[in-house]
Structure formats: structure tokens, C-alpha cells
């Protein structure tokens, strides 16, 4: 029976945008690591400090403005700001270059009528092809590092760019997601033309696991041009860092991180802590399952 999450509802955004849909349908319970999370927990149990950062600075950005959700998975994320900040006024790019992973991530946006677009592409340093190496313990953990996780088996896929795609397109990013298994350093060393030019919002992933040396060299150009390396957690005011000292903050609790391209407001933190409080209300007891070809109620 398909699953539909409960969405957060922030009052400021529906008075300043308008409504927005109050459930997403994510299609299974248990078909992946992310679906079988929400069944168990909801939209709170999955990253809510991540989403209410993402939600946050979606809301600042000025109409028009691109997102790049940059391992996208089944789209999650990108469903979410589609749907809150939907009607055109921020384009979204969801990039998955897992093959059936990428197709349950268009499933999810034609299923909820939304308008983010899908690029079935792994992000690097440079474009071409890669081998993806797929995990052995769950296609969350897929990555183009070999070492990342015990994998099954690999699969080649296209291979673009942070600068590359944001020149095709003409689409130059607000905001940045990066979740990427290890790999962001080549992901941030393909983007640094974009960050010099266009200076984005980046949420980041750094997991203790990653090649920190690569990381410092990828992140050094960043703090260069004035960003803060701050990590997300859910109490404000965060710390910040510079590519030196943000190691000793990695940690498995606190993995998710905001490169700022400006110094953070107690207005920015008060609108993540309304999303954050929004978003915990949505635990499993307000998911909703539905009959299959039913609409989401």
C-alpha cells in the first residue's frame, strides 16, 4: 500500500506563498532505505535539522532561483521545496545517477504533479563517465568511491559538473545540497568557478569516513572567498569553522553541514527553528497509507 508523509505546515510561508500540498505521496514503505525510514518515523525522523536548513534558505531565495539537490535519492528533498515553493518560483534539479533509483524519483514528482527536474547524473570534478559502485548493505550508500562501502557490483554513468551544468543550462544554483558518500570533495572541486561567480547556499554532507586531506584542499578556496563552515545542528547560534578545524566537529551525530557564503543571522535561525518545530510534528503517526491508485488525501 503506498505511503504519503505528512507535510510541515509553516504559517508564514502559506501567508507570504500561498498553500501548499499537505501530504507527499513517496510511493512504498519499504522498497528503500529512505521510504522504509519515513514508514517507521515520519518527516521527523529523517534529517529534520537538514530539512528545516533546506526548507529555510529555499524561502529566502528570490524568485527564479535554482536548487541543486545533488544526490538526490528518491527525490525527497527535492519534492519537498518543489512542493512548498512550487508554482514556478524556484527551479529544482534533482541529480541521481543510480538507474532504477533515478526512475523512483521521477515516479515520486509525476505521482505528486511537481516540477522539479531529474538529471540521471553522477556530480565530480570533471565530466565524462564513471563507475558507480553499488552497496552491498543499501543503495543509500552508492557512491563513486570504490572504498566507501562493500559493494555488489558497479554500473558506468554520465558524469557532470557543478560549473559544467550551471553553464549549460544558465541556471546558476541559490542553493547547493551535496550528498554524495565520501565523494563531495570532487563534487565542491567541480563547482568552485560557480561558488567564485554565484556564491550559493551549500548544505553539505561530511562523513568521518571521507578523505579529510582532499576535503581541506577542496574546502581552503571556499574560506578563501569569505564562507563559514558551520555544522548543522538543532540548538542556535552554530559554531563556525575554517577547512582547519572543522575535523574535530565530524562526527556520526553531526554530519551534515551549511557552507555559508555569509555570516548567519538570528533571523535565518529563527526560520530554521520554526521549519524544525513544523517538520518534528510530522512523525509516524501522521503518515497516511493509501490504496494503490487512490489520491493522497
Given at each position: 500500500?503506498?505511503?504519503?508523509i505528512t507535510l510541515p505546515l509553516n504559517p508564514d510561508?502559506?501567508?507570504?506563498?500561498?498553500?501548499y500540498p499537505r501530504a507527499l505521496n513517496v510511493l512504498s514503505r519499504k522498497q528503500t532505505a529512505v521510504q522504509r525510514q519515513l514508514r517507521r518515523a515520519g518527516l521527523a525522523g529523517y534529517e529534520p535539522t537538514t530539512q528545516a536548513t533546506l526548507l529555510a534558505l529555499a524561502q529566502r531565495a528570490p524568485a527564479g532561483s535554482s536548487v541543486y539537490d545533488i544526490g538526490a535519492h528518491?527525490?525527497?528533498?527535492?519534492?519537498?521545496?518543489?512542493?512548498?515553493?512550487?508554482?514556478?518560483?524556484?527551479?529544482?534539479?534533482a541529480f541521481e545517477p543510480t538507474p532504477d533509483i533515478a526512475g523512483l524519483c521521477r515516479r515520486v514528482r509525476e505521482c505528486n504533479r511537481l516540477s522539479y527536474e531529474v538529471v540521471e547524473s553522477a556530480v565530480s570534478s570533471a565530466p565524462g563517465t564513471a563507475e558507480l559502485y553499488l552497496s552491498e548493505k543499501s543503495e543509500s550508500s552508492n557512491s563513486l568511491n570504490s572504498?566507501?562501502?562493500?559493494?555488489?557490483?558497479?554500473?558506468?554513468?554520465?558524469?557532470?559538473?557543478?560549473?559544467a551544468f550551471t553553464a549549460e543550462r544558465g541556471a546558476a544554483p541559490y542553493l547547493v545540497k551535496i550528498d554524495v558518500e565520501t565523494f563531495e570533495a570532487a563534487v565542491l572541486e567541480g563547482a568552485l568557478r560557480t561558488v567564485d561567480r554565484h556564491r550559493p547556499w551549500i548544505v553539505c554532507e561530511l562523513l568521518p569516513s571521507a578523505d579529510h586531506d582532499a576535503l581541506r584542499r577542496s574546502l581552503a578556496p571556499l574560506v578563501a572567498l569569505g564562507y563559514g563552515l558551520h555544522p548543522i545542528t538543532p540548538e542556535a547560534p552554530w559554531s563556525r569553522y575554517d577547512e582547519r578545524g572543522y575535523r574535530r566537529a565530524v562526527s556520526g551525530q553531526c554530519r551534515d553541514w551549511l557552507l555559508a557564503p555569509e555570516p548567519l543571522t538570528p533571523g535565518f535561525h529563527r526560520a530554521v527553528r520554526r521549519w524544525?518545530?513544523?517538520?518534528?510534528?510530522?512523525?509516524?503517526?501522521?503518515?497516511?497509507?493509501?490504496?494503490?491508485?487512490?489520491?493522497?488525501?
Amino acid at each position: 500500500m503506498p505511503l504519503a508523509i505528512t507535510l510541515p505546515l509553516n504559517p508564514d510561508v502559506i501567508a507570504a506563498e500561498g498553500p501548499y500540498p499537505r501530504a507527499l505521496n513517496v510511493l512504498s514503505r519499504k522498497q528503500t532505505a529512505v521510504q522504509r525510514q519515513l514508514r517507521r518515523a515520519g518527516l521527523a525522523g529523517y534529517e529534520p535539522t537538514t530539512q528545516a536548513t533546506l526548507l529555510a534558505l529555499a524561502q529566502r531565495a528570490p524568485a527564479g532561483s535554482s536548487v541543486y539537490d545533488i544526490g538526490a535519492h528518491i527525490g525527497l528533498y527535492s519534492a519537498l521545496i518543489s512542493a512548498v515553493y512550487g508554482r514556478g518560483r524556484l527551479r529544482t534539479y534533482a541529480f541521481e545517477p543510480t538507474p532504477d533509483i533515478a526512475g523512483l524519483c521521477r515516479r515520486v514528482r509525476e505521482c505528486n504533479r511537481l516540477s522539479y527536474e531529474v538529471v540521471e547524473s553522477a556530480v565530480s570534478s570533471a565530466p565524462g563517465t564513471a563507475e558507480l559502485y553499488l552497496s552491498e548493505k543499501s543503495e543509500s550508500s552508492n557512491s563513486l568511491n570504490s572504498a566507501h562501502r562493500r559493494h555488489t557490483r558497479s554500473v558506468p554513468v554520465p558524469v557532470t559538473t557543478v560549473d559544467a551544468f550551471t553553464a549549460e543550462r544558465g541556471a546558476a544554483p541559490y542553493l547547493v545540497k551535496i550528498d554524495v558518500e565520501t565523494f563531495e570533495a570532487a563534487v565542491l572541486e567541480g563547482a568552485l568557478r560557480t561558488v567564485d561567480r554565484h556564491r550559493p547556499w551549500i548544505v553539505c554532507e561530511l562523513l568521518p569516513s571521507a578523505d579529510h586531506d582532499a576535503l581541506r584542499r577542496s574546502l581552503a578556496p571556499l574560506v578563501a572567498l569569505g564562507y563559514g563552515l558551520h555544522p548543522i545542528t538543532p540548538e542556535a547560534p552554530w559554531s563556525r569553522y575554517d577547512e582547519r578545524g572543522y575535523r574535530r566537529a565530524v562526527s556520526g551525530q553531526c554530519r551534515d553541514w551549511l557552507l555559508a557564503p555569509e555570516p548567519l543571522t538570528p533571523g535565518f535561525h529563527r526560520a530554521v527553528r520554526r521549519w524544525l518545530i513544523a517538520i518534528l510534528a510530522c512523525d509516524e503517526t501522521t503518515n497516511l497509507l493509501t490504496p494503490a491508485g487512490s489520491p493522497v488525501p
